[in-house]
């Protein structure tokens, strides 16, 4: 089992800047990718970005240029830096990895980010 938590959520000013970590532990030998999606109030949970073991990054469209992932294969941790936040950006941020060896995925369990205007 892969345990993943989140950190770095909370309230930020529209056009500002924030940035989420993400530390995992316990089989981290099995983490393949690893990433973030988000869920706002009364949507459907969706891609923001996704990071390989290679340092592959995959983001939704609509978000990039303004959110960026990296990885820290060394400290298992994913970090999402997030600038020019807009309200549309508040949501529940969920942390992902992927099971390289087609386990299943590890989610955790979420942070709340709230842009205000």
């Known amino acids: 089992q892969v345990q993943l938590v989140e950190s770095g959520g909370g309230l930020v000013q529209a056009g500002g800047s924030l940035r989420l970590s993400c530390a995992a532990s316990?089989?981290?030998?099995?983490?393949?990718?690893m990433g973030w999606y988000r869920q706002a109030s009364g949507k459907q949970r969706e891609l923001v970005a996704t990071?390989?073991?290679?340092?592959?990054?995959n983001y939704a469209d609509s978000l990039k240029g303004r959110f960026t992932i990296s990885r820290d294969n060394a400290k298992n941790t994913v970090y999402l830096q997030m600038n020019s936040v807009n309200p549309e950006d508040t949501a529940i941020y969920y942390c992902?990895?992927?099971?390289?060896w087609g386990g299943g995925d590890y989610w955790g369990q979420g942070t709340q980010v709230t842009v205000s205007s």
């Open positions: 990071v390989s073991r290679g340092d592959s990054r």
């Open positions: 992902y990895s992927s099971d390289r």
């Open positions: 316990g089989r981290v030998f099995n983490i393949g990718s």
